[in-house]
C-alpha cells in the first residue's frame, strides 16, 4: 500500500498490505461502525427467512402452476394434517412406559370394584376416569365368566374383538367402547356423561346376556363328544 505524504518533497509512503488490512479491520470493528446493525436473533430469523425464500422459489419452480399451485399443495397438506388431528387428538402416553396398551395398569380388582370405582368418578364428574373403570369392570367381568381368559397386557381393543366373537349383538358397542377409553387414555379426548352412560348401559347389557357358541367350538365339541 503506498501514500502520498503531505511534506514538501511529497516523498510516497510504503505501507505494507498486511498490517494495513489489520489496521483497517481494528477500525471498522469500533463500536460507532455497529450501533445499527441487527443483533444476534435479528440475524437468525432474516437468515431464517432467507432459506425459506430460497426453499419456496426452487419448489414453485418444479411445481406446475408456480406459486399459485405450491400455496395450493401447502394448504391440501395442512388441511390434511389438520384433520387427522382432530380425528386421532393429541398423542398422550403414560410416562411411566410400564403398561402400554394395556388395559389394566394396576394390581387385580374384581369386576364390582372397577364398577364401584367407576360409579364415584362419575359422582364426581371425573368422566374420563369413569369410562375407564367401567371399560375395566366389562372386561373383568367377562374373565370371571370364563368367557375372556386372563391374560396381563391386554389391550381394550384386544378384549372387545375377543368378546365380540362369543357376544355378536354386543360386537359394535364392544368396539365404541373400547375406542372410547382408548381415546380418553391414549388420545388426550375428554369424555362426557353421555358417553359414560353409553357404556355403562353396555356393561349392564353384557351382565345380562348368554354368550353365543363359536361355530368352531360348537364343531369341536360335537367331534369330540363321546360315542
Same mark, same amino acid.
Given at each position: 500500500?503506498?501514500?502520498?505524504?503531505?511534506?514538501?518533497?511529497?516523498?510516497?509512503?510504503?505501507?505494507?498490505?498486511i498490517?494495513?488490512?489489520?489496521?483497517?479491520?481494528?477500525?471498522?470493528?469500533?463500536?460507532?461502525y455497529?450501533?445499527?446493525?441487527?443483533?444476534l436473533?435479528?440475524?437468525?430469523?432474516?437468515?431464517?427467512?432467507?432459506?425459506?425464500?430460497?426453499?419456496?422459489?426452487?419448489?414453485?419452480?418444479?411445481?406446475?402452476?408456480?406459486?399459485?399451485?405450491?400455496?395450493?399443495?401447502?394448504?391440501?397438506?395442512?388441511?390434511?394434517?389438520?384433520?387427522?388431528?382432530?380425528?386421532?387428538?393429541?398423542?398422550?402416553?403414560?410416562?411411566?412406559?410400564?403398561?402400554?396398551?394395556?388395559?389394566?395398569?394396576?394390581?387385580?380388582?374384581?369386576?364390582?370394584?372397577?364398577?364401584?370405582?367407576?360409579?364415584?368418578?362419575?359422582?364426581?364428574?371425573?368422566w374420563?376416569?369413569?369410562?375407564?373403570?367401567?371399560?375395566?369392570?366389562?372386561? !373383568? @367381568?367377562?374373565?370371571?365368566?370364563?368367557?375372556?381368559?386372563?391374560?396381563? &397386557?391386554r /389391550? %381394550? =381393543? #384386544?378384549? $372387545?374383538?375377543?368378546?365380540?366373537?362369543?357376544?355378536?349383538?354386543?360386537?359394535?358397542?364392544? !368396539? @365404541?367402547?373400547?375406542?372410547?377409553?382408548?381415546?380418553?387414555?391414549?388420545? &388426550?379426548? /375428554? %369424555? =362426557? #356423561?353421555? $358417553?359414560y352412560?353409553?357404556?355403562?348401559?353396555?356393561?349392564?347389557?353384557?351382565?345380562?346376556? !348368554?354368550?353365543?357358541?363359536?361355530?368352531?367350538?360348537?364343531?369341536?365339541?360335537?367331534?369330540?363328544?363321546?360315542?
Amino acid at each position: 500500500m503506498r501514500l502520498t505524504g503531505g511534506t514538501a518533497g511529497d516523498v510516497p509512503v510504503d505501507i505494507p498490505r498486511i498490517p494495513a488490512q489489520e489496521a483497517a479491520e481494528r477500525e471498522l470493528s469500533k463500536p460507532m461502525y455497529h450501533e445499527n446493525d441487527p443483533n444476534l436473533l435479528q440475524r437468525g430469523l432474516n437468515a431464517f427467512w432467507d432459506w425459506i425464500g430460497r426453499l419456496f422459489d426452487s419448489a414453485s419452480g418444479v411445481t406446475p402452476g408456480g406459486v399459485v399451485g405450491l400455496v395450493a399443495v401447502v394448504v391440501v397438506v395442512l388441511a390434511v394434517i389438520g384433520a387427522l388431528w382432530w380425528r386421532l387428538g393429541t398423542p398422550h402416553r403414560s410416562p411411566s412406559g410400564t403398561g402400554g396398551d394395556a388395559l389394566f395398569d394396576d394390581g387385580p380388582r374384581t369386576a364390582a370394584e372397577h364398577r364401584e370405582a367407576a360409579a364415584r368418578h362419575a359422582a364426581a364428574g371425573q368422566w374420563n376416569q369413569a369410562v375407564q373403570e367401567r371399560m375395566r369392570a366389562i372386561v !373383568r @367381568s367377562l374373565e370371571e365368566r370364563a368367557l375372556l381368559d386372563p391374560r396381563p &397386557g391386554r /389391550t %381394550a =381393543d #384386544e378384549a $372387545a374383538a375377543e368378546a365380540g366373537r362369543s357376544m355378536p349383538a354386543h360386537a359394535d358397542g364392544l !368396539r @365404541s367402547a373400547a375406542r372410547a377409553f382408548d381415546d380418553v387414555t391414549y388420545g &388426550g379426548r /375428554t %369424555a =362426557d #356423561e353421555p $358417553a359414560y352412560r353409553r357404556v355403562e348401559q353396555l356393561d349392564t347389557a353384557v351382565e345380562r346376556t !348368554r354368550p353365543t357358541l363359536e361355530p368352531a367350538a360348537v364343531s369341536t365339541a360335537f367331534t369330540e363328544a363321546p360315542r
